[in-house]
T-cell receptor
Framework: GDSVTQTEGQVALSEEDFLTIHCNYS??????LFWYVQYPGEGPQLLFR?????EKGSSRGFEATYDKGTTSFHLRKASVQESDSAVYYC????????????????FGKGTLLTVTP | DPKIIQKPKYLVAVTGSEKILICEQY?????MYWYRQSAKKPLEFMFS???????DNQTASSRFQPQSSKKNHLDLQITALKPDDSATYFC????????????FGPGTRLTVL
């Protein structure tokens, strides 16, 4: 089945630092890729998505580029703020997953970003 | 105003009992979903519904039964509760079942003692 592997555990940064959270995927088809953000006590919120090779998704200063060759969708932000502290999830939706649901989201384990002032 | 309501926010149950988790969405969406997030596993897809009909079930156990009494409702009944069922359960919705954007509710945190 499909899977997503992302930077595990916690990333601790200071304000204005550069952020990279790695995400690699494995899928049988040509998936759509997502980044979700989850704040304490809330459900995940969609940050952005990308559906085609070389497509860049972006929102709130975060961006990621779909790379089919390296099966990656790394999240980057040039200058993080304390308000960016949250758990970030990379996810995929594979409409050609013959082994299961065609409309589910498959999530990575999540990366906790902590930004200190 | 919250667009997806989940009730209750916290739930404590004893092993062997039965509970119902409530989900209502006011986004006008036609597809609804349940996901589970536990300490041991990432967010996992459980069910998808489209126009009140079950589309996909990725839950191995029949103890988990979705119930859709109205178009914008998708409750989750869990019977014979086990400690391993302890998790946060998220309801989500999308415009259609093949829409890419799924919107999540705030979750119900279930603890089974």
């Amino acid at each position: 089945g499909d899977s997503v592997t992302q930077t595990e555990g916690q990333v601790a940064l200071s304000e204005e630092d550069f952020l990279t959270i790695h995400c690699n995927y494995s899928a049988s088809g040509y998936p759509t890729l997502f980044w979700y953000v989850q704040y304490p006590g809330e459900g995940p919120q969609l940050l952005f998505r990308a559906s085609r090779d070389k497509e860049k998704g972006s929102s709130r200063g975060f961006e990621a580029t779909y790379d089919k060759g390296t099966t990656s969708f790394h999240l980057r932000k040039a200058s993080v703020q304390e308000s960016d502290s949250a758990v970030y999830y990379c996810a995929l939706s594979d409409r050609w997953d013959s082994g299961g649901s065609n409309y589910k989201l498959t999530f990575g384990k999540g990366t906790l970003l902590t930004v200190t002032p | 105003d919250p667009k997806i309501i989940q009730k209750p926010k916290y739930l404590v149950a004893v092993t062997g009992s039965e509970k119902i988790l409530i989900c209502e969405q006011y986004l006008g969406h036609n597809a609804m979903y349940w996901y589970r997030q536990s300490a041991k596993k990432p967010l996992e897809f459980m069910f998808s519904y489209s126009y009140q009909k079950l589309m996909d079930n990725q839950t191995a156990s029949s103890r988990f039964q979705p119930q859709s009494s109205k178009k914008n409702h998708l409750d989750l009944q869990i019977t014979a509760l086990k400690p391993d069922d302890s998790a946060t359960y998220f309801c989500a919705s999308s415009q259609e079942v093949d829409s890419y954007e799924q919107y999540f509710g705030p979750g119900t945190r279930l603890t089974v003692l």
